[in-house]
Nanobody, 120 residues
Framework: QVQLVESGGGLVQAGGSLRLSCAAS????????MGWFRQAPGKEREFVAA????????YYADSVKGRFTISRDNAKSTVYLQMNSLKPEDTAVYYC?????????????WGQGNQVTVSS
């Protein structure tokens, strides 16, 4: 079982950048596809990006394609989300999760999430 702790969020102006990190505990991290998801106020949680266990494949929601980059470091049991050219509509709580069916079906185990706020 993998436990997840997100960090790196905060307040940024539109056009700015942030990098989120998700540190995983457990020895099986490197075997799992991983994903980032987000939930804006009053909205359902939505898929953002996914990365395969090896890092060789990635997949993005259309809304973030070309602006966000997902990556991972299996030696550090960490997955990252580099967010550039941020927009106010990117404001949300961001979560990472284990992906059990590519690219966006998770095991429904969530960390505490990390708030990202983009001001206009």
């Amino acid at each position: 079982q993998v436990q997840l702790v997100e960090s790196g969020g905060g307040l940024v102006q539109a056009g700015g950048s942030l990098r989120l990190s998700c540190a995983a505990s457990g020895r099986t991290f490197s075997r799992h596809d991983m994903g980032w998801f987000r939930q804006a106020p009053g909205k359902e949680r939505e898929f953002v990006a996914a990365i395969s266990w090896s890092g060789g494949s990635t997949y993005y929601a259309d809304s973030v394609k070309g602006r966000f980059t997902i990556s991972r470091d299996n030696a550090k049991s960490t997955v990252y989300l580099q967010m550039n050219s941020l927009k106010p509509e990117d404001t949300a709580v961001y979560y990472c999760a284990v992906v059990i069916r590519w690219p966006s079906v998770t095991d429904d185990r969530w960390g505490q999430g990390n708030q990202v706020t983009v001001s206009s």
